[in-house]
């Protein structure tokens, strides 16, 4: 899939690697960018239309659901990380309502554009270094091998970006090597163009895209998909 002149929406496109994202998006020539936001965003370009979309609200996810006529690629970049230890409940669920199950209903909300479109779906997963967190996006990434597969058979396309740091608001003063969203923007459309089902977009992450495709996780994942039988394919 090549991005010019598709129809992209972006979560958490105010800051961070979303907001470069959106950018990246409209560099490749896309024809209309949702720029999905919790608060008001104003944009210069006029292929961007801002949404109000809290990924954890139905009711806003409805709305946007309903401002939006066609989707090519939807991008769950919309993520939280809260350092903890594990002690505080409040935090995994807080963790889990938007970093797996915000993504989950956002995707569910736009299924049917992105089958009627042939569409593709991209979550941005994590290298685990903080267990909330961790939890949460270890749930998303199993999510999105099982979206993979029931998908597979309706012509949507799922990817799932594994990062490494990136020089974002998420790890400020974590003092590791970083790379820039930038880059990892370019990297990640470079990979949903190429369509890479797993997206390693950094130096970090790279380090371990050949381990991670010849490895055992990616083989069983394979054969658990061939088990999908199609009547388990009916969401959206
Ligand atoms: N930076 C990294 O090193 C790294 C590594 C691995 C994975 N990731 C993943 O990459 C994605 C982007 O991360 P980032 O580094 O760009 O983080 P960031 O700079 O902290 O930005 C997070 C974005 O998510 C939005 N967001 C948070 N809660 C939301 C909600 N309930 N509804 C809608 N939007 C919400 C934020 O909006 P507000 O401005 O309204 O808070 C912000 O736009 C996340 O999924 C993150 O887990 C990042």
Redesign the pocket.
């Known amino acids: 899939m090549t991005i010019k002149d598709r129809t992209v929406l972006v979560?958490?496109?105010?800051?961070?690697?979303?907001?470069v994202l959106v950018e990246e998006a409209l560099r490749r020539g896309a024809k209309r960018v949702y720029a999905?936001?919790?608060?008001p965003l104003a944009h210069l370009d006029g292929r961007v239309t801002p949404l109000t979309?809290?990924?954890?609200?139905v009711s806003q996810i409805q709305r946007a659901v309903d401002e939006v006529d066609t989707l090519d690629v939807l991008i769950?970049?919309?993520?939280?990380?809260i350092y903890d230890n594990l002690s505080n409940l409040d935090v995994i669920e807080q963790h889990l309502?938007?970093?797996f199950l915000?993504l989950l209903k956002v995707t569910h909300a736009f299924l049917p554009l992105l089958k009627h479109s042939k569409g593709a779906l991209a979550?941005?997963?994590?290298?685990p270094v903080i267990p909330a967190?961790s939890i949460s996006?270890a749930a998303?990434f199993n999510m999105t091998q099982s979206l993979r597969a029931l998908l597979a058979g309706q012509g949507v396309t799922v990817h799932a970006?594994?990062?490494?740091?990136?020089?974002?608001?998420?790890?400020r003063g974590f003092e590791i090597p970083?790379?820039s969203?930038e880059s990892?923007a370019l990297r990640i459309f470079d990979g949903l163009e190429k369509g890479e089902e797993d997206i390693f977009p950094d130096p970090a992450s790279q380090s371990i895209a050949e381990g991670w495709r010849t490895g055992a996780v990616k083989a069983l994942e394979r054969q658990f998909a061939a088990f999908v039988p199609e009547s388990a394919a009916n969401l959206g």
């Open positions: 979560t958490g496109a105010n800051r961070g690697i979303g907001q999905g936001t919790r608060q979309l809290d990924v954890t609200s769950n970049n919309a993520g939280v990380a309502a938007v970093n915000g979550a941005l997963a994590a290298l967190y996006k998303a970006v594994v990062l490494g740091p990136i020089d974002t608001d998420m790890n970083k790379a969203p990892a």
